[in-house]
């Protein structure tokens, strides 16, 4: 397993945090720890099973924004 933070923009509340989270942990073998305090998502991930790449596309699919 391979443990990542992303920087996000975009998040405004706990809301933001369950959806990030659900949606990530749809993909297989990812699990996700979202803070809108930090503005930051911490995953957890099998680079096997889903690529980093994969990961960015869908928080950015949501509508929030990936920083560095």
């Known amino acids: 397993m391979t443990k ?5 923009s ?3 509340c ?3 945090n369950m959806l990030i989270e659900n949606e990530l942990e749809d ?3 990812v699990r996700a720890v979202c ?3 930090t503005q930051k998502v911490e ?6 099973k889903v ?4 990961i960015v596309k869908v ?5 929030y924004k990936v920083l560095g």
């Open 14 to 16: 706990t809301s933001c």
């Open 4 to 8: 990542k933070t992303f920087k996000l």
């Open 59 to 63: 928080i950015e699919s949501q509508g």
């Open 27 to 29: 993909q297989l073998g």
């Open 43 to 48: 995953v957890e991930f099998d680079p096997k």
């Open 51 to 54: 690529a980093a790449s994969r």
């Open 35 to 37: 803070s809108y305090h």
């Open 10 to 12: 975009g998040l405004h």
